[in-house]
């Protein structure tokens, strides 16, 4: 093997061994760094705000030293057969090595820190790995190798998180889309992904991106939230949460409506708690980050075309397919394009309890949007039909909205009566009052109810056994 173990052993040292150590004495000495630069750095808790990367250019330029020496020396083959524990035991101790060799002065802790550094870029995702090891953080937005933004609690920050070069942040783009069987390249430099724990990801690459690679990163709570904890966050009060409860357990079908990053996935996350176990529940989604805890859930994904442009599978493919897999409740990711037609179709033949979001920035542009799609799919239908068939279809549209203090607020909650002629009438079970903001710039209000106290899917509850919970809830609202 190769290592600091196997020299170390009585045994003699394989061949490649006896390389690295002739490499490393032919290796250009190291410039020490003056006491004091190198930060101590350790990646900061989850509950404190972004603490900025004070590594000075001598740790870089160390860092990049060594890690060619370790590229240069280790058996990339032979790593590649270790499990990540062994592998990483292996590269840090041959970095070990290297920096005894060269008398490199650094403290203990800068020491640790370049490890786990150098560790990152060989096995991980680089300098990603600290921000996407911690759980406050909701996006981190990557322009290029030297400008990395977060965001946390609502707020975009700069990091001095940095890349080597634009080089190594395709690589590590390149890295992410494999493991879901993508690709991203000049030939085709844009590319929808997730992560493992299923986080979303989105590369544009050069020649489209001009100043460099361009990752986004939407990262997910690995605790999965509940409408409780809604609650607690002041995005949702008490009974508006109980009234989506019972929208939810009576099966109507919910349309989430909102703008970029207010939510829209959470919200859908927590509604489908309320889906039962024994129901057949089939997603579909561009990248995959449902967090569904129903046993008997089929996760479908689209697909990109392949280097020939065959292969292609979009989500009107999916929404199809599903209504031949005897679906009890259909959930798709983002509707986005002519899929809105099936998804009606869907809900209004027996699919009830379907579910979808998306952008719109009031429910009635929700609608819009929808026979906006509908029309540009290419179906030659009546605008008044193409609004009855909506009617017939959506009960329920839920409002997102991300406020201009980062917090992300249910503003309303509005359910679909019915039809005038060629207008579709909407009626608001709750809205959220704004009330000005406090001494640190948050935006204070109330949700509200409207005095609607039975609303067009009563009976739907009544069947479920649920109208006095949802009586009582609407009466909360009143007070």
């Known amino acids: 093997m190769f290592g600091k173990r196997a020299v170390s052993e009585s045994k003699p040292a394989p061949a490649r061994a006896v390389e690295r150590v002739h490499a490393m004495d032919s290796m250009p000495p190291v410039v020490a760094a003056k006491p004091g630069t190198l930060s101590a750095a350790v990646p900061p808790p989850a509950s404190q705000p972004f603490a900025a990367d004070n590594r000075s250019e001598d740790y870089y330029q160390i860092k990049a030293t060594i890690f060619s020496a370790l590229i240069d020396t280790i058996d990339l083959a032979q790593l590649a057969q270790l499990d990540p524990d062994s592998a990483r035991e292996e590269i840090r101790d041959i970095v070990n090595e290297i920096i005894s060799i060269k008398a490199v002065v650094m403290s203990i802790a800068e020491q640790e820190q370049l490890l786990q550094d150098i560790c990152n870029d060989v096995l991980g995702y680089g300098p990603l790995e600290p921000l996407l090891a911690r759980d406050d953080i909701s996006d981190i937005m990557v ?4 400008r990395v933004f977060i965001e946390v609690s609502g707020k975009v920050q700069l990091t001095n998180v940095r890349f080597r070069d634009n080089a190594q942040l395709m690589n ?38 001009l100043d460099g690679p361009t990752l986004t990163i939407r990262k997910f709570k690995k605790d999965k ?3 409780s904890d809604l609650v607690r966050f002041n995005s949702i009060s008490e009974a508006g949460a109980r009234i989506l409860g019972v929208i939810g357990r009576c099966r109507c079908n919910i349309l989430i409506s909102g703008g970029t990053g207010s939510g829209k996935t959470t919200l859908l996350n927590c509604l489908t708690a309320y889906i039962d176990v024994d129901e057949r529940v089939i997603t579909c989604e561009d990248a995959a980050e449902l967090q569904l805890q129903q046993p008997h859930v089929v996760r479908l994904e689209t697909r990109p075309p392949n280097l020939e442009g065959q292969g292609s599978i979009n989500m009107r493919d999916l929404v199809r ?28 033949t027996g699919h009830d309890g379907s579910m979808g979001t998306l952008h719109a920035n009031s429910p009635r542009e929700a609608l819009g949007r929808l026979e906006s799609m509908i029309t540009m799919g290419g179906f030659s239908l009546p605008t008044k039909t193409i609004r009855e068939m909506i009617v017939g279809s959506i009960d329920v549209i839920v409002q997102a909205e991300r406020l201009r203090d980062g917090s992300r607020r249910i503003t309303q909650i509005t359910e679909v009566v019915g039809s005038e002629g060629d207008v579709i009438i909407t009626q608001d079970l709750m809205t959220f009052q704004m009330q000005g903001e406090d001494d640190q710039g948050r935006i204070k209000g109330r949700h509200e ?21 949802l009586s009582e809830a609407l009466d909360a609202l009143q007070v």
């Open 143 to 146: 322009n290029g190798a030297s």
């Open 172 to 209: 590590i783009c390149q890295r992410i889309v494999s493991q879901v069987g993508r690709r991203v390249d000049e030939s085709s430099p844009i590319c929808d992904a997730r992560l493992l724990d299923g986080s979303r990801v989105n590369v544009i690459a050069p020649p489209l991106a």
């Open 225 to 227: 939230l509940k409408l």
């Open 321 to 348: 397919n599903c209504l031949r897999m005897r679906p009890e409740r259909i959930i798709v990711g983002e509707v986005r394009g002519p899929e809105a037609f099936d998804l009606l179709q869907a809900m209004n």
């Open 449 to 469: 109810g409207t005095g609607i106290v039975r609303p067009k899917f009563w009976e739907r509850a009544a069947y479920f056994g649920l109208e006095r919970e």
